[in-house]
Protein backbone atom coordinates (compact mmCIF):
# COMPACT_ATOMS: atom_id res chain seq x y z
CA UNK A 1 0.00 0.00 0.00
CA UNK A 2 1.62 3.52 -0.96
CA UNK A 3 1.10 6.07 1.51
CA UNK A 4 1.68 9.82 0.63
CA UNK A 5 3.48 11.79 3.62
CA UNK A 6 3.17 15.28 4.06
CA UNK A 7 4.86 17.69 5.72
CA UNK A 8 5.63 21.81 6.52
CA UNK A 9 2.28 22.56 8.14
CA UNK A 10 1.98 24.93 10.95
CA UNK A 11 0.67 28.72 12.34
CA UNK A 12 1.79 31.03 9.97
CA UNK A 13 0.79 35.11 10.95
CA UNK A 14 -0.60 36.78 7.79
CA UNK A 15 2.05 37.66 4.86
CA UNK A 16 4.17 34.86 5.83
CA UNK A 17 5.34 32.03 3.96
CA UNK A 18 5.31 28.23 4.52
CA UNK A 19 6.61 25.48 2.36
CA UNK A 20 4.95 21.85 2.24
CA UNK A 21 6.23 18.77 0.81
CA UNK A 22 5.30 15.45 0.17
CA UNK A 23 6.95 12.51 -0.36
CA UNK A 24 5.17 8.93 -1.32
CA UNK A 25 6.28 5.22 0.45
CA UNK A 26 7.63 4.13 -2.74
CA UNK A 27 7.90 5.14 -6.08
CA UNK A 28 4.55 4.92 -7.89
CA UNK A 29 4.46 4.00 -12.01
CA UNK A 30 2.75 5.96 -14.73
CA UNK A 31 1.94 9.15 -13.04
CA UNK A 32 -0.49 11.36 -14.82
CA UNK A 33 -0.63 14.41 -12.25
CA UNK A 34 0.29 15.28 -9.28
CA UNK A 35 -1.56 18.31 -7.41
CA UNK A 36 -2.37 20.19 -3.98
CA UNK A 37 -5.80 20.55 -2.47
CA UNK A 38 -7.01 21.75 0.14
CA UNK A 39 -10.46 21.75 2.32
CA UNK A 40 -12.00 23.92 5.12
CA UNK A 41 -14.77 22.02 7.66
CA UNK A 42 -18.06 22.29 5.56
CA UNK A 43 -16.56 23.25 2.15
CA UNK A 44 -15.77 20.70 -0.44
CA UNK A 45 -12.12 20.06 -1.44
CA UNK A 46 -10.98 22.44 -3.54
CA UNK A 47 -8.06 22.29 -5.83
CA UNK A 48 -5.06 24.58 -4.96
CA UNK A 49 -2.14 23.72 -7.60
CA UNK A 50 -1.58 20.46 -10.13
CA UNK A 51 1.65 19.86 -11.73
CA UNK A 52 2.17 17.57 -14.82
CA UNK A 53 4.86 15.48 -16.03
CA UNK A 54 5.80 18.07 -18.90
CA UNK A 55 5.85 20.81 -16.00
CA UNK A 56 2.74 22.62 -16.95
CA UNK A 57 1.15 23.83 -13.56
CA UNK A 58 -2.17 24.61 -12.97
CA UNK A 59 -3.20 27.17 -10.10
CA UNK A 60 -6.97 27.81 -8.27
CA UNK A 61 -7.23 31.71 -9.26
CA UNK A 62 -6.66 32.27 -5.05
CA UNK A 63 -3.48 31.46 -5.02
CA UNK A 64 -2.23 32.26 -8.58
CA UNK A 65 1.01 34.54 -8.03
CA UNK A 66 1.78 33.34 -4.43
CA UNK A 67 1.81 29.72 -4.34
CA UNK A 68 4.36 27.71 -6.66
CA UNK A 69 4.41 23.76 -7.37
CA UNK A 70 7.08 21.93 -7.73
CA UNK A 71 7.22 18.07 -8.79
CA UNK A 72 9.86 15.20 -9.27
CA UNK A 73 8.37 12.51 -11.02
CA UNK A 74 11.28 10.45 -11.01
CA UNK A 75 11.08 10.40 -7.32
CA UNK A 76 7.57 11.00 -6.65
CA UNK A 77 7.90 14.15 -4.50
CA UNK A 78 5.35 17.59 -4.47
CA UNK A 79 5.98 20.08 -2.51
CA UNK A 80 4.32 23.80 -2.71
CA UNK A 81 5.84 27.25 -1.52
CA UNK A 82 3.11 29.36 -0.36
CA UNK A 83 3.49 33.00 0.50
CA UNK A 84 1.96 36.13 0.98
CA UNK A 85 -0.45 33.88 3.52
CA UNK A 86 -3.51 34.62 4.05
CA UNK A 87 -6.23 34.22 6.89
CA UNK A 88 -8.59 32.49 3.77
CA UNK A 89 -5.70 30.13 2.95
CA UNK A 90 -5.94 27.86 6.14
CA UNK A 91 -7.23 24.63 5.60
CA UNK A 92 -5.83 20.70 5.71
CA UNK A 93 -3.86 20.63 3.02
CA UNK A 94 -3.62 17.16 0.83
CA UNK A 95 -0.91 15.76 -1.80
CA UNK A 96 -2.64 13.88 -4.58
CA UNK A 97 -1.11 11.92 -7.13
CA UNK A 98 -3.08 10.34 -9.86
CA UNK A 99 -1.94 7.11 -11.84
CA UNK A 100 -2.23 4.40 -14.09
CA UNK A 101 -2.93 2.48 -10.34
CA UNK A 102 -5.20 4.78 -9.07
CA UNK A 103 -5.38 7.95 -7.53
CA UNK A 104 -3.35 8.08 -4.17
CA UNK A 105 -3.86 11.07 -1.16
CA UNK A 106 -1.79 12.10 1.83
CA UNK A 107 -3.52 12.25 5.22
CA UNK A 108 -3.42 15.96 5.09
CA UNK A 109 -1.38 18.97 6.91
CA UNK A 110 -3.24 21.62 8.74
CA UNK A 111 -2.15 25.01 7.37
CA UNK A 112 -3.47 27.89 9.93
CA UNK A 113 -2.77 31.67 8.88
CA UNK A 114 -3.43 33.68 12.17
CA UNK A 115 -1.94 36.91 14.36
Known amino acids: QVQLMESGGGLVQPGGSLRLSCAAS????????MAWYRQVPGKERELVAS???????VYGDSVKGRFTISSDYAKNTLSLQMTDLRPEDTAVYYC?????????WGQGTQVTVSS
Open 96 to 104: NIHALSGAY
Open 26 to 33: RIISSIAL
Open 51 to 57: SSKVGTA
